[in-house]
């Protein structure tokens, strides 16, 4: 009898599938997850999940919880009623195939410009607007969809990987808050701003890439193979997964230069050394940016060898593109789509050096059905600031403030805006607004500290810095410390 041994030449995996020479009492491959090496390699995943009541991770924190934490990851999330309702009957009949009952959670566009997806314990299954723009047929998106609720069926979700987005995000934060204050300290053009700009850039840069979690190699495969099996059992086309899959690697090729220069300026910019508090941090990212994924070219041969096996003599179902491209042409639906497109560019051309480009494409994105959303005026926002228009900067940023999706990370340029230019009370009150907003969120604390103090109101810095000392996270702690060392301003009310 042939036994399949760990193959390291996934042509020769795929054959030997073809083959038929994974039977009875042969073993499996040693990557093959553990309940299919009790059930044997033929099991397909679907078959070793319970049906009936899906019981919630003892991890979730709750639906609504769940969309307030993430929220405020990045730059938000883009609302347009009818892409959320296409996605979300998607996710139902997905769900449908599965046989398991009551999973919470519900589809959520990202504001973000990746090949990004993840889902959380609370069933939610977060999708960037990136990634919607690439998919080109309704198997395609139940595809994506297949993979990330087989995350949560499988209950991947662990307190080491939400420790590690938590950790990740808490970085993000002091980096930002970091490179922003010393920022807001200078006045005119210095090598020292231009080099804290550098960070500001490296800090939001960051935030899009690094709030995503990173599963094992053995998790993702079991998300592809299970999501295989939810598009086959939900009538769509199986293949839909390996041509995601390609697209993903497409994406990772097209992007490996940009990557890859992140990365180099996350080095340096560790290598420099600011201060020990940002070397630290600049570190944490690097290890994180440096972390192995699983290849995709390993994940695309083995999701067509699984497809193969399990489902290769029944007869093909071809991909609708119809029904995909109908939603997306409905004329709310294909605004919203254009106008992010036009948003995302505007912020290459930014990171390109050309802001009077980036502008004009920024001022294009934030309009219509997007003219109040957090991301298309941020981008505003920070092109208008390169041309020296600093009236127009925070106009764009008070508009992404109304937004029906507000974002921390708005709120804070918004107040630096303020600062900068010399208008300390009119920051100090949204300070205020934003920690109203945002249930008291403890990152405007080290603001507010700087910012009485700017203003001469001392001791009321002193008693927030006391609070902070004693209800604060040690990074926070730090940062009160470090604002409570702000030079005392006259004062001024
Ligand atoms: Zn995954």
Same mark, same amino acid.
């Given at each position: 009898?042939?036994?399949?041994?760990?193959?390291?030449?996934?042509?020769?995996?795929?054959?030997?599938?073809?083959?038929?020479?994974?039977?009875? !009492?042969?073993?499996?491959?040693?990557?093959?997850?553990?309940?299919?090496?009790?059930?044997?390699?033929?099991?397909?995943?679907?078959?070793?999940?319970?049906?009936?009541?899906? /019981?919630?991770?003892?991890?979730?924190?709750?639906?609504?919880?769940?969309?307030?934490?993430?929220?405020?990851?990045?730059?938000? $999330?883009?609302?347009?009623?009818?892409?959320?309702?296409?996605?979300?009957?998607?996710?139902?009949?997905?769900?449908?195939?599965?046989?398991?009952?009551?999973?919470?959670?519900?589809?959520?566009?990202?504001?973000?410009?990746?090949?990004?997806? $993840?889902?959380?314990?609370?069933?939610?299954?977060?999708?960037?607007?990136?990634?919607?723009?690439?998919?080109?047929?309704?198997?395609?998106?139940?595809?994506?969809?297949?993979?990330?609720?087989?995350?949560?069926?499988?209950?991947?979700?662990?307190?080491?990987?939400?420790?590690?987005?938590?950790?990740?995000?808490?970085?993000?934060?002091?980096?930002?808050?970091?490179?922003?204050?010393?920022?807001?300290?200078?006045?005119?053009?210095?090598?020292?701003?231009?080099?804290?700009?550098?960070?500001?850039?490296?800090?939001?840069?960051?935030?899009?890439?690094?709030?995503?979690?990173?599963?094992?190699?053995?998790?993702?495969?079991?998300?592809?193979?299970?999501?295989?099996?939810?598009?086959?059992?939900?009538?769509?086309?199986?293949?839909?997964?390996?041509?995601?899959?390609?697209?993903?690697?497409?994406?990772?090729?097209?992007?490996?230069?940009?990557?890859?220069?992140?990365?180099?300026?996350?080095?340096?910019?560790?290598?420099? *050394?600011?201060?020990?508090?940002?070397?630290?941090?600049?570190?944490?990212?690097?290890?994180?940016?440096?972390?192995?994924?699983?290849?995709?070219?390993?994940?695309?041969?083995?999701?067509?060898?699984?497809?193969?096996?399990?489902?290769?003599?029944?007869?093909?179902?071809?991909?609708?593109?119809?029904?995909?491209?109908?939603?997306?042409?409905?004329?709310?639906?294909?605004?919203?789509?254009?106008?992010?497109?036009?948003?995302?560019?505007?912020?290459?051309?930014?990171?390109? !050096?050309?802001?009077? /480009?980036?502008?004009?494409?920024?001022?294009?994105?934030?309009?219509?059905?997007?003219?109040?959303?957090?991301?298309? *005026?941020?981008?505003?926002?920070?092109?208008?600031?390169?041309?020296?228009?600093? !009236?127009?900067?925070?106009?764009?940023?008070?508009?992404?403030?109304?937004?029906?999706?507000?974002?921390?990370?708005?709120?804070?340029?918004?107040? $630096?805006?303020?600062?900068?230019?010399?208008?300390?009370?009119?920051?100090?009150?949204?300070?205020?607004?934003?920690? *109203?907003?945002?249930?008291?969120?403890?990152?405007?604390?080290?603001?507010?500290?700087?910012?009485?103090?700017?203003?001469?109101?001392?001791?009321?810095?002193?008693?927030?810095?006391?609070?902070?000392?004693?209800?604060?996270?040690?990074?926070?702690?730090?940062?009160?410390?470090?604002?409570?060392?702000?030079?005392?301003?006259?004062?001024?009310?």
């Amino acid at each position: 009898m042939q036994v399949i041994r760990a193959l390291s030449v996934p042509a020769l995996l795929l054959a030997a599938g073809c083959a038929g020479g994974g039977g009875d !009492g042969a073993k499996p491959p040693s990557w093959a997850p553990s309940f299919m090496v009790a059930k044997g390699v033929n099991a397909t995943l679907l078959s070793t999940l319970k049906a009936g009541a899906y /019981e919630p991770s003892s991890l979730a924190v709750g639906e609504e919880k769940d969309l307030a934490q993430h929220r405020g990851d990045a730059l938000g $999330f883009v609302r347009s009623a009818a892409l959320e309702q296409y996605l979300n009957d998607t996710r139902q009949k997905v769900l449908a195939a599965s046989g398991k009952t009551g999973v919470p959670g519900r589809v959520i566009i990202l504001a973000n410009p990746g090949f990004e997806a $993840f889902s959380s314990p609370d069933g939610h299954v977060y999708l960037a607007m990136g990634l919607l723009e690439s998919l080109e047929s309704a198997d395609e998106v139940a595809a994506i969809i297949a993979h990330e609720i087989s995350h949560v069926l499988l209950k991947h979700h662990s307190s080491d990987l939400l420790g590690d987005v938590q950790r990740k995000g808490q970085a993000l934060y002091e980096l930002g808050v970091g490179a922003k204050t010393a920022l807001a300290g200078e006045r005119g053009v210095s090598k020292r701003d231009s080099r804290n700009m550098t960070n500001v850039q490296l800090a939001t840069d960051a935030t899009d890439k690094l709030v995503l979690p990173a599963w094992s190699r053995g998790q993702e495969r079991e998300a592809d193979l299970l999501g295989v099996d939810l598009l086959v059992e939900s009538r769509s086309a199986g293949p839909a997964m390996i041509s995601v899959l390609e697209k993903l690697q497409a994406w990772e090729t097209a992007n490996k230069e940009a990557e890859d220069a992140f990365s180099e300026r996350l080095k340096q910019a560790s290598e420099r *050394n600011i201060n020990e508090a940002v070397g630290v941090v600049y570190q944490r990212l690097v290890d994180s940016v440096s972390v192995k994924h699983p290849k995709t070219s390993e994940r695309i041969d083995d999701t067509a060898q699984y497809f193969e096996r399990h489902y290769g003599t029944r007869s093909a179902v071809e991909p609708q593109a119809g029904p995909w491209k109908a939603v997306r042409g409905r004329s709310e639906v294909a605004q919203v789509l254009e106008n992010y497109k036009r948003a995302f560019a505007a912020r290459r051309l930014l990171e390109q !050096g050309k802001p009077q /480009e980036a502008y004009g494409a920024a001022k294009a994105a934030a309009i219509g059905r997007t003219a109040a959303d957090a991301y298309p *005026n941020w981008v505003l926002a920070h092109s208008a600031a390169s041309l020296g228009r600093q !009236g127009e900067a925070i106009e764009a940023l008070r508009r992404a403030v109304s937004s029906t999706e507000p974002v921390p990370l708005v709120y804070e340029d918004l107040i $630096f805006a303020y600062e900068r230019s010399g208008s300390i009370p009119v920051a100090l009150q949204w300070t205020d607004r934003a920690s *109203n907003v945002f249930g008291g969120a403890a990152r405007f604390k080290p603001h507010k500290i700087r910012l009485l103090r700017k203003a001469g109101r001392i001791a009321e810095a002193q008693t927030l810095s006391v609070d902070c000392a004693l209800n604060g996270t040690s990074e926070l702690k730090r940062a009160c410390q470090e604002a409570n060392q702000t030079p005392a301003g006259r004062a001024q009310r």
